[in-house]
């Protein structure tokens, strides 16, 4: 069965689109393609992420990313050259805009309307990932970890899955576990912080550090560093997720407090993500030799390499080396939970969620 699978993450970078072949336990990608957000449509993302805003926005904002996210799919068969008449279902993540995963009143909002989708293309589409296994008991993430147990476990290497997208998580991947050894969580942030600094440092002329060249520049403040890493949140133990709620304007206007200069700022809040990931790990994966890393955040050669000096020992390199493109692995993802909710069979792992049992998730449109 041929399933598309879209993402669009909380680094608000644009839209992803997988097409995957799934036959039985067998799972080869036929094609990938991603286009970004136009600015406009970016910033009324942001403005019902960051801010109180009416339920007006988040309205209109729900249909128009789902004609976004069906005009995504139908211009990625045209570059892939995969034909919409052989895609037969389409699982959607639908953009983030909040999501409160600890506490007594867990909640979680994606929006992108499903009905649009499945009306412009004539194809089915599961939507609402995460809603199911908050209703379980569990924090409604990490979901990708089902299929990085997959994708990507080893019977004979202790492994670790990383994801570098807005927020950076991990699943720990014992060599020859069971899905219920899988332990996986959000480390902290990955690429949201840093993005958000150098659009103030460019007048939103950038959104992302290219290549790692300007935290290159800056000098990471240690004092800052140390402070920022003494979050209890590092030190709790897992099943933990975190957001822009964490670190979005509340967050980047602490650092600019520091009067410190933005370069420096990017800089410090570069090795704040390398740290936070390492330390992720160390404390509960120290057994790992492998890291497998896909996200934006792998192109951030000063990033990836602070990662792999605070690992000595450990292997990092990208999903490249393991057959998966890095920059298509979550909407690869979201096609195989979409399949298996296609087919009544659960999507969730209760070890990295929290969830009391496994659930079939999300909603069939």
């Not at 959607?92 to 909640?107: D, F, I, L, M, S």
């Not at 936070?276 to 050669?301: D, L, M, S, W």
């Not at 990662?307 to 909407?331: H, M």
Request: net charge positive; charged share 20%.
């Amino acid at each position: 069965m041929r399933v598309a699978g879209i993402m669009s993450g909380t680094s608000l970078d644009g839209i992803d689109v997988a097409f995957v072949d799934v036959t039985g336990k067998r799972v080869q990608t036929a094609g990938h393609a991603s286009f970004p957000y136009p600015a406009a449509v970016r910033q009324r993302i942001l403005d019902v992420s960051n801010t109180a805003c009416s339920t007006a926005q988040i309205s209109r904002l729900n249909f128009e990313l789902g004609e976004l996210y069906a005009t995504a799919v139908a211009r990625a068969c045209t570059k892939t050259g995969v034909p919409l008449s052989t895609v037969k279902l389409i699982g959607c993540h639908g953009q983030t805009v909040y999501h409160e995963g600890a506490g007594a009143a867990k909640n979680t909002l994606q929006i992108g309307e499903a009905a649009v989708i499945a009306e412009r293309l004539g194809i089915p589409v599961v939507s609402n990932f995460r809603t199911r296994d908050i209703a379980a008991g569990g924090q409604g993430a990490p979901l990708v970890p089902f299929v990085d147990y997959l994708l990507l476990g080893s019977a004979k290497t202790d492994r670790v899955a990383l994801n570098i997208g807005g927020i950076a998580n991990i699943t720990i991947l014992p060599k020859g576990g069971r899905p219920e050894h899988v332990i996986a969580f959000d480390t902290g942030p990955g690429n949201m912080v840093i993005d958000q600094l150098v659009e103030r440092l460019t007048g939103g002329k950038q959104h992302f550090d290219r290549g790692g060249s300007i935290a290159a520049r800056g000098k990471v403040d240690k004092a800052l560093l140390d402070a920022l890493l003494k979050d209890r949140y590092f030190r709790t133990k897992p099943p933990k997720t975190a957001g822009r709620e964490q670190y979005g304007a509340e967050f980047i206007a602490r650092l600019l407090a520091t009067g410190q200069a933005l370069e420096n700022l990017i800089a410090t809040a570069t090795a704040f993500t390398a740290a936070t990931i390492a330390t992720g790990i160390q404390r509960f994966a120290p057994a790992t030799r492998e890291v497998a890393a896909a996200g934006g955040g792998v192109h951030n050669h000063q990033l990836m390499a602070q990662l792999a000096a605070f690992l000595p020992g450990v292997q990092v390199a990208t999903t490249a080396a393991y057959g998966i493109d890095p920059d298509a692995k979550e909407a690869i993802a979201f096609a195989i939970l979409a399949h298996r909710t296609w087919r009544r069979e659960p999507g969730n792992l209760p070890s990295a969620t929290g969830a009391k049992r496994s659930v079939v998730l999300g909603t069939v449109t």
